[in-house]
């Protein structure tokens, strides 16, 4: 089994900073690509960033300047630095892993997600 679990949400005012983490624990070999996503009610879930193994990152458009992935490989922690908020970024964020197993299997999962609020 893998467990994957976030934390950090909560509520900010606009222009103010959270910092989410993702923790990836269990039958786990590698992770090669992390990332977060976000929903916001009414919407569809969207790319807010992601890192590979290698280190290289990718955010979406929204968040570019103002967010960033990073990686920590020895405790499988990846974390969101969000900065400049705005209430539009006001969404369940989820973490999502892809790697191996234990077993062999490809790995993909998903966190519950934590929500973050944003005030104007």
């Known amino acids: 089994q893998v467990h994957i679990v976030e934390s950090g949400g909560g509520l900010v005012q606009a222009g103010g900073s959270l910092r989410l983490s993702c923790t990836a624990s269990g039958n786990i070999v590698s992770l090669d690509h992390m990332g977060w996503y976000r929903q916001a009610p009414g919407k569809q879930r969207e790319l807010v960033a992601t890192?590979?193994?290698?280190?290289?990152?990718h955010y979406g458009d929204s968040v570019k300047g103002r967010f960033t992935i990073s990686k920590d490989n020895a405790k499988t922690i990846v974390s969101l630095q969000m900065n400049s908020l705005k209430p539009e970024d006001t969404a369940d964020y989820y973490c999502?892993?892809?790697?191996?197993?234990?077993?062999?299997?490809?790995?993909?999962?998903w966190g519950p997600g934590t929500l973050v609020t944003v005030s104007s």
């Open positions: 890192i590979s193994g290698d280190g290289s990152t």
């Open positions: 999502n892993v892809q790697g191996t197993t234990v077993w062999g299997m490809a790995l993909d999962a």
